[in-house]
């Protein structure tokens, strides 16, 4: 059974990740994107994963996906809906993922049984204590830097407002 | 009568109780009332009766040579028809009170005469009406992102129901995640707000739309941030538990409601509240449908059962809030006074829900529009620095 529905679950995320990748229509690509993160969601909650299921949810597809469709519908162009979104270069393309594919194959067979069979346990408390006990120093960091990030983002694009 | 030559049914007369009908009307009132709390105490606990009926349920699988996972599909199957039943005859009760509630503070009667009495049967007759009205694509609309719109809208609100604890046993799904789930799921619903807004090939819909998501992802922040305090009190995401933490009383007689907790607690309720009001895209929030400027938005190109998916996702999401909030600062189930636990938790925790619904529906006949940019300057620089600060006052709480 969770077999099952984790290789269903698997099936959509591919499918959906393929039509972002192929579809012409951008809007569509980014909807299929939201159904391809909430597809990957669905495999962590599958696995036992239930704190990441939710914030996969909660920041991929609440946040991100959403953030995307904006973006193409507030500065997209009518061209986007309906020209190729691959150029010449996608035989490249589709060698270099051949040949990253076949780097990590090692360790996605080993990770090959990874279906789950014993009852999944919750895992926030564990990680809370985790977060903010032996990582808290790596923890804080990266939100150091996201907050740098962020600031920097803010500056740059006022920068480049006050030029006409 | 002592009209007064003045108009029912709000205005004043010098003493209304001398009308037999006011009078009547108390009566019955009362009556209803009391009857559904004798019904209420008589049933008692729900708890020893789905024990009861697991039991029997299992030995009847076995007296039939089922598996154990039959029983398990008969309890989830039961489960998911009773959230599924809450959650589609909820909307059409709340639409008759809100219409009933409307007409009274606008001195007008409202439906009067479906189904006989004060027109309860108003919402049901208007619901047969929207299935059978006829189901229309705009030739300009992306077809797929219009159809698939009002369900991605609808279901994340029906999935919200799992975790809730509708009193002592009473959970679809008890998750440790509970609180966290239930965010991330009504999350998801904004996608389906822009695809609508987005497929029915309208300017005026797409305005909506992102307007409305706009709104939503904005005033998601503080709603999540403001639940904050009360998850460091009670120490765990879990609704369940989250209600456990509730049960005690201070002195002996003030319930340990988070509400209750100094200066935290009520900030993180008036938070909550304001930013679910935003959530549900209800006025004073309403700028994503507002009729006159927008012809209502993200569902203007929708008829017939497609835009009454997208009215029960929004009536859904206005349960969802009162429920979340009777569970998170009122207690959930536990009684406010200890000598009244002989009423069942179920009792106590669809009253509590029942008043904040009503509450919902008076802010929505009270208060004016915001102005689009002052609705995100009050959640930008007033909602989210407090749920902010809100948060190291709990800290202080929890650290005295």
């Known amino acids: 059974m969770s077999a099952l529905v984790f290789y269903s679950l698997s099936a959509v ?3 959906s990740a393929l039509g972002v990748v192929l579809l012409k229509n951008t809007l569509h690509s980014a909807l299929l994107l939201g159904l391809c993160l ?35 519908m507030l500065s997209g162009r009518s061209s986007e809906l309906k020209l190729r979104q691959v150029n010449d270069q996608w035989l490249a393309a589709l060698l270099i993922c051949a040949v990253t594919f076949l780097g990590m194959r090692r360790y996605i067979f080993e990770a090959g049984t990874a279906v789950l069979t014993a ?46 | 009568m002592i009209l007064k030559g003045r108009a029912w049914p709000t205005e004043l007369w010098d003493d209304p109780w001398k009308l037999p009908r006011y009078r009547r009307g108390a009566r019955m009132l009362a009556g209803l009332s009391l009857g559904a709390l004798a019904a ?90 929207l299935l059978l009205k006829e189901n229309i694509t705009p030739a300009q609309a992306d077809s797929w992102v219009h159809r698939l719109a009002p369900a991605v809208a609808l279901v994340p609100a029906l999935v919200c129901f799992a975790p809730v604890s509708f009193g002592q046993a009473l959970c679809a799904a008890d998750i440790d995640i509970g609180t966290l789930y239930v965010f991330a799921m009504a999350g998801v619903s904004v996608m389906g ?93 309403d700028i994503p449908e507002a009729e006159s400027e927008l012809v209502s938005g993200f569902h203007t190109e929708y008829s017939g059962i497609k835009f009454s998916l997208f009215f029960m996702a929004e009536y859904g999401y206005m349960l969802l ?19 009244l636990k002989f009423i069942p938790s179920w009792a106590w925790f669809f009253g509590k829900s029942t008043l904040l619904i009503f509450c919902f529906l008076w802010f929505r006949w009270t208060f004016p529009r915001l102005r689009v940019d002052r609705l995100m300057d009050f959640n930008w620089k007033f909602l989210l620095p407090w749920s902010f600060a809100n948060i190291a006052f709990a800290g202080l709480c929890l650290l005295f």
């Open chain 2, 193 to 285: 707000i822009m695809m609508a807004g987005w497929g029915s090939g309208n300017k005026y819909s797409l305005l909506g739309g992102l307007r409305s998501a706009a709104q939503l992802v904005s005033y998601e922040l503080p709603r999540t941030f403001s639940v904050v305090p009360v998850i460091m009190f009670a120490g765990s995401l879990n609704l369940t538990r989250i209600v456990a933490a509730q049960q005690d009383y201070w002195f002996g007689f003030l319930p340990k409601w988070f509400i209750f907790y100094p200066v935290v607690g009520q900030l993180a309720f008036v938070l909550f509240l304001i930013a679910s009001v935003a959530e549900t895209n209800r006025t004073p929030f």
């Open chain 1, 119 to 164: 009852s999944p346990q919750p895992t926030t408390a564990a990680l809370g204590k985790l977060l903010l006990g032996e990582y808290a120093v790596p923890f804080e960091a990266v939100s150091l830097i996201l907050i740098a990030a962020l600031v920097g983002a803010v500056v740059f694009s006022k920068a480049r407002e006050r030029k006409p």
């Open chain 1, 13 to 15: 995320v591919l499918i």
């Open chain 2, 40 to 129: 209420a105490v008589g049933v008692g606990e729900l708890g020893p009766w789905l024990k009861f009926a697991d039991a029997e349920l299992a030995f009847a699988s076995a007296a039939l040579g089922l598996p154990d996972e039959a029983v398990d599909a008969a309890w989830i199957l039961v489960k998911v028809a009773a959230v599924v039943a809450v959650f589609v005859a909820a909307p059409v009760v709340i639409v008759w009170w809100e219409r009933k509630i409307s007409a009274h503070m606008q001195s007008r009667f409202g439906p009067m005469r479906t189904g006989g009495f004060h027109g309860w049967l108003q919402t049901v007759a208007d619901g047969i009406k």
């Open chain 1, 38 to 72: 909430a597809g990957v969601a669905g495999v962590f909650a599958s696995l036992g994963a239930d704190f990441l299921f939710s914030s996969q949810l909660l920041i991929y597809v609440g946040g991100i996906a959403v953030l995307l469709l904006f973006v193409v």
């Open chain 2, 321 to 339: 809030s009162c429920f979340l909030l009777a569970t998170f600062f009122l207690g959930g189930g536990s009684a406010p006074l200890p000598f």
